[in-house]
């Protein structure tokens, strides 16, 4: 059974960097056919993709985030991680991070429990 | 506001079937792209209800059962039961924004 379980700090200064990281167990994240998304959720809202990163590096970004969205790979810790620069308000939301099928049907099939970030002062 | 269409709200007591559309426009559903469902149980993660407009995966009840044409789709739940109340997003790719992107999603409730 693939589990992905996302960790970080729960709170940020606006104008810092968020920064948090997923850790994949049950499946090896090198996977040639595996691609690792983000997908955030304020408060009481719906559901938004951030990007997206394959384990070679490759990514994919939401053109609303991608000047300030940093994806990466660990291969060697099994893990992929989120860095989102100069945040607001508006950026607190639940992060979950969850694998992504991209060439196949584009999809995202297993998910993380998520991750509450509060961006405040 | 979301590039996919959901009404808000929906409710439907047990044993009904209850239906939920997604609304998108030709360069997401219209110009031929998989639609997906998913059902976030309060204080969870979404999980995959339905991919490729009406597919189930292992476990999900043949009560749910997905349709797509045209611009929309939808989510039918049959046999409505308590344990049904939640929220529903559907999921596509947009080929104009170049994004994946969701529907605003459904709040279910089960009277």
């Known amino acids: 059974q693939l589990l992905l379980q996302e960790s970080g700090p729960g709170l940020v200064k606006p104008s810092e960097t968020l920064s948090l990281t997923c850790t994949v167990s049950g499946a090896s994240i090198s996977s040639s056919t595996s691609f690792w998304g983000w997908v955030r959720q304020p408060p009481g809202k719906g559901l938004e993709w951030i990007g997206t990163?394959?384990?070679?590096?490759?990514?994919y970004y939401n053109p609303s985030v991608k000047s300030r969205v940093t994806l990466s790979v660990d291969t060697s810790k099994n893990q992929f991680s989120l860095k989102l620069s100069s945040v607001t308000a508006a950026d607190t939301a639940v992060y979950h991070c969850?694998?992504?099928?991209?060439?196949?049907?584009?999809?995202?099939?297993?998910w993380g429990q998520g991750a509450l970030v509060t961006v405040s002062s | 506001q979301s590039v996919l269409t959901q009404p808000p709200s929906l409710s439907g007591a047990p044993g009904q079937r209850v239906t939920i559309s997604c609304t998108g426009s030709r360069s997401n559903i219209g110009a031929g792209y998989d639609v997906h469902w998913y059902q976030q149980l309060p204080g969870t993660a979404p999980k995959l209800l339905i991919y490729?407009?009406?597919n189930r995966p292992s476990g999900v009840p043949d009560r749910f059962s997905g349709s797509k044409s045209g611009t929309s789709a939808s989510l039918a739940i049959s046999g409505l039961q308590a344990e049904d109340e939640a929220d529903y997003y559907c999921?596509?790719?947009?080929?104009?924004?170049?994004?994946?992107?969701f529907g605003g999603g459904t709040k279910l409730t089960v009277l």
């Open positions: 490729v407009n009406s």
């Open positions: 969850a694998r992504h099928t991209l060439v196949k049907d584009n999809l995202f099939d297993f």
């Open positions: 990163i394959d384990y070679g590096g490759s990514t």
């Open positions: 999921q596509s790719y947009d080929s104009s924004l170049g994004v994946v992107v």
